[in-house]
T-cell receptor, first 112, second 113 residues
Framework: DAKTTQPNSMESNEEEPVHLPCNHS???????IHWYRQLPSQGPEYVIH???SNVNNRMASLAIAEDRKSSTLILHRATLRDAAVYYC?????????????FGPGTRLSVLP | DADVTQTPRNRITKTGKRIMLECSQT?????MYWYRQDPGLGLRLIYY???????NKGEISDGYSVSRQAQAKFSLSLESAIPNQTALYFC????????????FGPGTRLLVL
């Protein structure tokens, strides 16, 4: 499985933007980049995913480097509710038997 | 109502006991998964099923078994529980395809004494 590297923890102030980095230097051409987050005492939830182009949705934006070896999840205005563990995951769209591999992720703390 | 439900939400059992964790989903998905999460770690895949007749071992299947009773139901059993199986267990479903978004249940917290 392709691997990702994320910082163990990050801190942000409320209402400020947050940039969560992910390195995936061994990414293949058919790997999609997925982001999930896990709020305290809950199961993970989908945030966003992309292949090559930057993506936006109501929760966040995903910025993908031109060489695809890294990506950044952007929360435009962090709220206290965004405090969670964020997972960056690669999944090969052509490998129908492959599963998601959840690493330890980045624990985001949001300060009021 | 939640799309993915798990029962029980909390369970305390003793070493050597057999227990079953149940998962139901209303999303109509074919794919279902069982994960385990230990404190400070990510999720590890125990078993997965891509349809009713398909069962596959994941990364850490030893000591566990599963049953896919129907498209909507996927159960995880610990035949003889041991203390290092104390963890948080999550069930998930997905519809497959290029997006392959997984939907998780609320988790079952298991303590084996």
């Amino acid at each position: 499985d392709a691997k990702t590297t994320q910082p163990n923890s990050m801190e942000s102030n409320e209402e400020e933007p947050v940039h969560l980095p992910c390195n995936h230097s061994t990414i293949s051409g058919t790997d999609y980049i997925h982001w999930y987050r896990q709020l305290p005492s809950q199961g993970p939830e989908y945030v966003i995913h992309g292949l090559t182009s930057n993506v936006n949705n109501r929760m966040a934006s995903l910025a993908i480097a031109e060489d695809r070896k890294s990506s950044t999840l952007i929360l435009h205005r962090a709220t206290l509710r965004d405090a969670a563990v964020y997972y960056c995951i690669l999944r090969d769209v052509l490998d129908y038997g492959q599963n998601f591999v959840f690493g330890p992720g980045t624990r985001l703390s949001v300060l009021p | 109502d939640a799309d993915v439900t798990q029962t029980p939400r909390n369970r305390i059992t003793k070493t050597g006991k057999r227990i079953m964790l149940e998962c139901s989903q209303t999303k109509g998905h074919d794919r279902m998964y069982w994960y385990r999460q230990d404190p400070g770690l990510g999720l590890r895949l125990i078993y997965y099923s891509f349809d009713v007749k398909d069962i596959n071992k994941g990364e850490i299947s030893d000591g566990y078994s599963v049953s896919r009773q129907a498209q909507a139901k996927f159960s995880l059993s610990l035949e003889s529980a041991i203390p290092n199986q104390t963890a948080l267990y999550f069930c998930a479903t997905s519809g497959g395809g290029t997006r392959e978004t997984q939907y998780f249940g609320p988790g079952t917290r298991l303590l084996v004494l």
